[in-house]
Structures are given as C-alpha cells and as structure tokens.
T-cell receptor
C-alpha cells in the first residue's frame, strides 16, 4: 500500500520563526513530489514542486531525500498569512493517481 | 490559461435526496479529471477519476457515481444521499501527461 505520512501538528510558531515539516513516503518508485497549501474550507493550492536538487521560492525551501524517502518544507521568517495546512503529495512515475498526505497544520501567532 | 469551475459552493440537502455536482475545465483538452471528498479535519479521499470521455474509475464503493459526458465536464451524482455523504467535495484536473493537480474551489455539502 502506498503511504505518505505527515505529522498533523499543529505547529504553533511566532511570527518571524523558521519552521520545517517532513513527509515520509513508502513507495520507492515515487518520481514526483509536491507541496500544497490548504486554507480552512478552501481548495488545496500548489505551493511548489520538489526537485532532486532541492529548490527555493522566496521564504520557502523544499528538499528531497530519496535514500531516506522523505521530503521537507522549510519556511523562513514566518508570516501570519502562512497559517494553513500543508499537504505533501507523492506520485509514482506514470501514475494518474497522486498520493496525498493528511497534512500538517501550521499556526503562526503574533 | 486553464481554469476549473465547480459549483455550487455550498449545498444543504435532506437525507434521501438526489445530488448533482458539476465541474468544468477550460483552456485545455483531454485532461485527467478527479473527484475528491474531504471530511472535516480529515485528508483527501479520492472518489473517482477519469482519463477520457466515458472512462470512469471508482476508488471507493459507495452510493455515489460519476460521469464524463464531455471532454472537460465531470459530474458527481447520487440518487439518494446519506448522512455520511456530508463533506467538502473537490474537483481537480491534471494534464494528460502531467502529475500536478489543480483543484476547483470545492462544494461544502451538508446532508441533514
């Protein structure tokens, strides 16, 4: 069974803090990886893809560790607006069906 | 650019009533289409997906059904709703060779 595991949190951090989430996956054939952001009662939105070499988008950095089968998301200088649930998504090569983690809740407080 | 439309945003239905949720995609052809459900505080549950007109795969046996009458139209239906059908329903699409999913704005369904 393909599984994607995330710590549900919540991660409660002050503004300006750096916070990191990990996500582990069980299917070694996984080929593509993504982080989505979901606000309460809203649809998930693609935050960033995760590349083997790691990638950065402003305050967000995503990394992939194939040997240990996990991906990570680092958020620097947290803003109140970063409060949301972050979903890890893993896709096996050639599959139509991505596997979603259940998400990690982040709460950024003043 | 591609857009996905899903409606209605909110729906309150009595137990035993029928359901029809519609989703359409614009700006692309032959997309893969998906219906997900998310119960309160839970993860996404894939209900149906479709790789082409008339091709529907069901992931979870239940009293829901899906149809794809046109290339960019995906419909979720039920003949008789159950209390357990309450949840947040999300339509999504991906390109035929792609892996990223893009979601509609969702329908919050309450069955009373």
């Amino acid at each position: 069974r393909k599984e994607v595991e995330q710590d549900p949190g919540p991660f409660n951090v002050p503004e300006g803090a750096t916070v990191a989430f990990n996500c582990t996956y069980s299917n070694s054939a996984s080929q593509s990886f993504f982080w989505y952001r979901q606000d309460c009662r809203k649809e998930p939105k693609l935050l960033m893809s995760v590349y083997s070499s790691g990638n950065e988008d402003g305050r967000f950095t995503a990394q992939l560790n194939r040997a240990s089968q996990y991906i990570s998301l680092l958020i620097r200088d947290s803003k109140l607006s970063d409060s949301a649930t972050y979903l890890c998504v893993v896709n096996e090569g050639g599959s139509y069906i991505p596997t979603f983690g259940r998400g990690t809740s982040l709460i950024v407080h003043p | 650019s591609q857009t996905i439309h899903q409606w209605p945003a909110t729906l309150v239905q009595p137990v035993g009533s029928p359901l029809s949720l519609e989703c359409t995609v614009e700006g692309t052809s032959n997309p893969n289409l998906y219906w997900y459900r998310q119960a309160a505080g839970r993860g996404l549950q894939l209900l149906f997906y479709s790789v082409g007109i008339g091709q529907i795969s069901s992931e979870v046996p239940q009293n829901l059904s899906a149809s794809r009458p046109q290339d960019r139209q995906f419909i979720l239906s039920s003949k008789k709703l159950l209390l357990s059908d309450s949840g947040f329903y999300l339509c999504a699409w991906s390109s035929s060779g792609g892996e990223k999913l893009f979601f509609g704005s969702g329908t919050q369904l309450s069955v009373l």
